[in-house]
């Protein structure tokens, strides 16, 4: 079945290093791609999101690309600050075609940042 | 506007009682979803719900759980006969509907069986 698999946490950074959260998928057809962010206390919520093959996901100087050769949507950031500690979810939705809109998530990445 | 409210925030349960969680979605948001997170298991889907029918139900662990939609609003999600492993958060999330490219999720119901 459809799977997300992501690097295990935590990620411990110090404040302006580079972030890269790797993240692959097995699932059949051209599902969707989504990262999540869970802050401290906090609800998830959506942080990007890419549809097609090649898209590129962009918000709050987060990247992730839709890389279907690789089956991959890694997360990156070129310079993370304290305020990006929080947990973060890779998930994919199957095609329209299978008739159900469920996330599959991964098991989701503690990052922490120091100043 | 208000955001996807679930409710109790909090329940302690004793094993073998019966659950249920409930869950007030986004006003006009046609799809409704629950989830569960845990620490074994991470977050699981337990089911969908386009409207008041529910096309995909694959995720429910048992038939000790159930859920309803009514009105294409409120839903509920029971638990009967719970068992200790039925600890987890209880997550529900809604969108305007199947494609939607964003859920928008609440806070979760923390169910602890003891």
């Known amino acids: 079945g459809d799977s997300v698999t992501q690097m295990e946490g935590p990620v411990t950074l110090s404040e302006e290093a580079f972030l890269t959260i790797n993240c692959t998928y097995t699932?059949?057809?051209?599902?969707?791609l989504f990262w999540y962010v869970q802050y401290p206390g906090e609800g998830l919520q959506l942080l990007l999101k890419a549809t097609k093959a090649d898209d590129k996901g962009s918000n709050k100087g987060f990247e992730a690309t839709y890389r279907k050769e690789t089956t991959s949507f890694h997360l990156e950031k070129g310079s993370v600050q304290v305020s990006d500690s929080a947990v973060y979810f890779c998930?994919?939705?199957?095609?329209?075609?299978?008739?159900?809109?469920?996330?599959?998530f991964g098991t989701g990445t503690r990052l922490q940042v120091f100043p | 506007g208000a955001g996807v409210s679930q409710s109790p925030s909090n329940k302690v349960t004793e094993k073998g009682k019966d659950v249920e969680l409930r869950c007030d979605p986004i006003?006009?948001?046609?799809?409704l979803y629950w989830y569960r997170q845990s620490l074994g298991q991470g977050l699981e889907f337990l089911i969908y719900?386009?409207?008041?029918?529910?096309?995909?139900k694959s995720g429910l662990p048992s038939d000790r759980f159930s859920a309803e939609r009514t009105g294409g609003s409120v839903s509920t999600l029971t638990i009967q006969r719970t068992q200790q492993e039925d600890s987890a958060v209880y997550l529900c999330?809604?969108?305007?509907?199947?494609?939607?490219?964003?859920?928008?999720f609440g806070p979760g119901t923390r169910l602890t069986v003891t």
């Open positions: 998930a994919l939705r199957p095609p329209e075609v299978y008739n159900t809109d469920k996330l599959i």
């Open positions: 006003s006009g948001h046609t799809a």
């Open positions: 699932a059949t057809g051209y599902p969707s």
């Open positions: 999330a809604s969108s305007l509907g199947q494609g939607a490219n964003e859920q928008y």
């Open positions: 719900f386009q409207g008041n029918s529910a096309p995909d």
